[in-house]
């Protein structure tokens, strides 16, 4: 079973939408969870960081841990074509494993 | 400061040919990973080294070798190159946090290599 799954997509969405991104994980000890944004032909950059259940929120981003359903989340409010990327969820243990990527398009 | 550099950015193997990629951190960082992203894939860890001398394998090792000598470089070795290693690599590295967890990785900008 791999430690955390994403659902591949692909989503496209008009300017002005939420887009909601959705990851599951395996083992309950984990506690700590990433979201890296990827542009085309460039390597992975941290977008949000977060530690146990609740949420974080960084400007039009919102980071969400359901520990009891072992769900992590992703929200982008009022998306723009500059949002269009892949994006991939991440355990935070020491071996960093990665989601399969969600390729967001933000159509104008 | 540079981060994380990978050499070459793009390489033409043939079948059965050897090469090594290169990957250096200038950040002392003691965590360093090799990824491979095959077209509409995520990343897909090759191997890892928590500190110099020590290595571990990943999800997808076969095919590959690393070492870690220092704390600066962590190359991956292909030997008998196969089309099925046609892929983008990446090297990231990070600094270890508390209770076995990681902070920020910085990655490479990518090695794309073809086998034919």
């Known amino acids: 079973q791999k430690e955390v799954e994403q659902d591949p997509g692909p989503l496209s969405v008009p300017e002005g939408a939420i887009v909601s991104l959705n990851c599951t994980y395996s083992?309950?000890?984990?506690?700590?969870f990433m979201w890296y944004r990827q542009y085309s032909r460039k390597g992975p950059e941290l977008l949000m960081y977060t530690y146990s259940s609740g949420n974080k929120e960084d400007g039009r981003f919102t980071a969400q841990v359901d520990k009891s359903s072992k769900y992590i989340s992703l929200f982008i409010r009022d998306s723009q074509p500059s949002d269009s990327a892949t994006y991939l969820c991440a355990i935070n243990d020491y071996k960093l494993s990665f989601g399969a990527g969600t390729t967001v398009t933000v159509r104008a | 400061n540079a981060g994380v550099t990978q050499t070459p950015k793009f390489r033409i193997l043939k079948i059965g040919q050897s090469m090594t990629l290169q990957c250096t951190q200038d950040?002392?960082?003691?965590?360093m990973y090799w990824y491979r992203q095959d077209p509409g894939m995520g990343l897909k860890l090759i191997y890892y080294?928590?500190?110099?001398?020590?290595?571990d394998k990943g999800e997808v090792p076969n095919g590959y070798n690393v070492s870690r000598s220092t704390t600066e470089d962590f190359p991956l070795r292909l030997e008998l190159a196969a089309p099925s290693q046609t892929s983008v690599y990446f090297c990231?590295?990070?600094?270890?946090?508390?209770?076995?967890?990681?902070?920020?990785?910085?990655f490479g900008q990518g090695t794309r290599l073809t086998v034919v």
């Open positions: 080294s928590v500190g110099a001398g020590i290595t």
């Open positions: 990231a590295s990070s600094y270890p946090g508390t209770g076995g967890t990681n902070t920020e990785a910085f």
């Open positions: 950040m002392n960082h003691n965590y």
């Open positions: 083992n309950s000890a984990f506690q700590y």
